[in-house]
């Protein structure tokens, strides 16, 4: 399969410094990425420059096979959310947005999209209601239907497992495996190494700059992964949260 | 109270109020929803004072006031949503620089003109008298305008004020919709500041939206529900005004702070049950 998009040299500066550094790679169609390393070493900022959020200082990120309006995104939750008047149907609709162009109203077409992506995350029983009452695992559930609305080519998560319990987590890395078999190319930003080792095939560690991309098992034999994961790389047992097979 | 009506609905000025105000109260309200989610009400208030100023530029002049207030108070709704957008300037505090100078400039134009006289008492706080015929007319036309574009533009308004980045992200041109939320402002405020007063049109967009949340969890229910709230506080504020002969853009408001007492004490109820 072709290349989906390349990172090439893309460097984002904000005022304190440069927060991504130089960073090339290329992605395609079908990978499942996962982006880690530690807090403030740039992979929130490196996914904004791929969803076109951020304009990079220097260098750029070649959209080959997928266009802009085709990228479902899931941010790391703002603040100003939490406390939005808006039903969960009404903000996994907002998803189809990108798609319809000019068309002030949603099709049936849309409407039926997003009832599939609420039945496959399992939140049909609170459909209509309120999203600043739903607890924090719902409301991530609802945003990431909304992203799964949006794309059937490029998902961009970050962080999509924060504040869900082992359980949840464990089903919504399932859901994500089923999507990636069936062609969604994944770029997912996790500090949950154990379980984003587990499930991509490809890993990009950052630190500002790249310390390491390349295949999984690369990665789990290489020295920038064998830090991460702790001596139990060496061995069967990764840690994280969940439980594997 | 039927006297009291048939009386009102007698005068041609208190017709064209009620005409030109519902539309005002409707529109802002509509706006005031995605407005106050966004946390941009600095930037209604600001354009308020902004009309104000221009306004009094206007009247000074002796030129046609919506005909100067419009452009001028359009180019300012541009810059101030370029400053609250930026994030390496105070955004809040440039606005409240750029509000109360306009206002300054007003009030010392008025004061070096015409005079501090009962005219500009109406200006700041509201006069159902406002209405010219000719004004009547643009006025409409501008909140028809207000109005279809926000119906044809509601689900992307929606999506804007609830995740601009995600929207962004899925590839809607999120500055656009932003700038046209803040020129559909502009322009309301613009046509509403007359009978609403420059303190206080600003009310109108923030109240409704404000009120409706404290009951309704849809983002269309507290659209709907703004809309009709702003209308039947406008209308009974007018009533007042006509009755006890007080400003027009006060009385509307404090019926806007009635209504959102009773309806913060509905949804602390509805908490508790
Ligand atoms: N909007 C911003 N303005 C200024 N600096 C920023 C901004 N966003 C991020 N930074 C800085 O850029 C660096 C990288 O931040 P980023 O959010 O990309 O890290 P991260 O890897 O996602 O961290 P975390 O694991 O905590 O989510 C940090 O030093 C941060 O302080
Ligand atoms: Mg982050």
């Known amino acids: 399969m072709g290349v989906l998009f390349a990172c090439e040299s ?26 880690v390393g530690e807090n403030g070493s ?36 703002t603040p100003l959310q939490k406390d939005f008047p808006a039903n969960v149907m009404e903000v996994v609709l907002s998803g189809r947005l990108g798609r319809n162009g000019w ?24 459909k209509f209601a309120s999203y600043r009452s739903l607890s924090g695992g719902q409301q991530q ?3 990431l239907a909304r992203a799964l609305c949006a794309t059937d080519k490029l998902l961009l998560l970050d962080e ?32 949950d190494v154990g379980s984003a080792v587990h499930y991509g095939n490809k890993v990009l560690h950052m630190q500002t700059s790249k310390l390491f991309f390349g295949s999984q098992n690369d990665y789990v034999a290489s020295d920038a992964g064998r830090r991460l994961l702790g001596g139990a790389a060496a061995g069967r047992r990764l840690p994280g949260g969940t439980a594997y097979v | 109270m039927f006297e009291l009506l048939g009386e009102l609905f007698s005068y041609p000025f208190v017709i064209r109020a009620l005409v030109v105000g519902i539309m005002v109260a409707l529109c802002a309200s509509l706006l005031g929803v995605s407005l106050v989610l966004k946390r941009y009400s600095m930037i209604g208030d600001g354009l308020s004072h902004v ?12 030129l046609a006031p919506l005909e100067v207030s419009i452009p001028l108070v359009l180019l300012a709704a541009f810059l101030l949503l370029r400053i609250s957008e930026n994030s390496r300037i105070k955004g809040d505090a440039a606005i409240a620089l750029i509000s109360s100078s306009s206002l300054a400039i007003g009030v010392v134009v008025i004061a070096m003109t015409v005079g501090m006289n009962a005219d500009v008492c109406n200006y700041m706080f509201g006069s159902i008298l406002a209405m010219k015929k000719s004004d009547v007319y643009l006025s409409v036309a501008v909140s028809i305008a ?9 689900n992307k308004i929606f999506a804007v004020t609830f995740d601009e980045n995600f929207a962004k992200a899925a590839g809607t041109r999120t500055g656009v919709y932003n700038m046209l939320i803040a020129f559909l402002t502009a322009l309301i405020i613009v046509v509403g500041m007359r009978i609403m007063g420059a303190m206080l049109i600003s009310s109108l967009i923030i109240f409704p939206a404000l009120t409706a949340m404290r009951v309704f969890n849809s983002f269309r229910r507290v659209v709907i529900c703004a809309a009709f709230l702003s209308v ?6 007018i009533v007042f005004s006509f009755a006890l002969d007080t400003p027009a853009g006060a009385s509307v408001v404090l019926v806007n702070l009635a209504a959102f007492v009773l309806f913060f004490a509905l949804g602390r109820i509805r908490k508790l049950a």
């Open chain 2, 51 to 62: 009309g104000f100023g221009t306004l009094a530029i206007a009247m000074s002049l002796n």
């Open chain 1, 42 to 77: 740039g992979k929130t900022t490196l996914l904004k420059t791929i969803a076109g959020l951020v304009r990079p200082a220097a260098g750029k990120v070649d959209l080959r096979g997928v266009k802009q309006s085709e990228i479902g995104y899931l941010p790391q939750q």
């Open chain 2, 146 to 154: 207000v109005l279809v574009l926000f119906v044809f533009f509601y």
């Open chain 1, 160 to 191: 999509p497992t924060s504040g869900l319990d082992p359980l949840i987590a464990s089903e919504l890395y399932r859901i994500l495996r089923e999507l990636n078999e069936r062609g969604l190319t994944i770029v997912m930003v996790s500090h």
């Open chain 2, 232 to 237: 039947i506080c406008f209308f009974i504020g």
């Open chain 1, 10 to 35: 893309v460097s984002v500066k904000y005022d304190m410094g440069f927060a991504v550094e130089n960073v090339s790679f290329e992605l395609e169609a079908g990978d499942y990425l996962c982006i």
């Open chain 1, 103 to 126: 068309l002030p109203f949603y099709t049936k077409r849309d409407k039926d999209s997003a009832n599939e992506e609420i039945v496959r995350l399992n939140i049909g029983d609170i």
């Open chain 1, 141 to 143: 559930r609802a945003l």
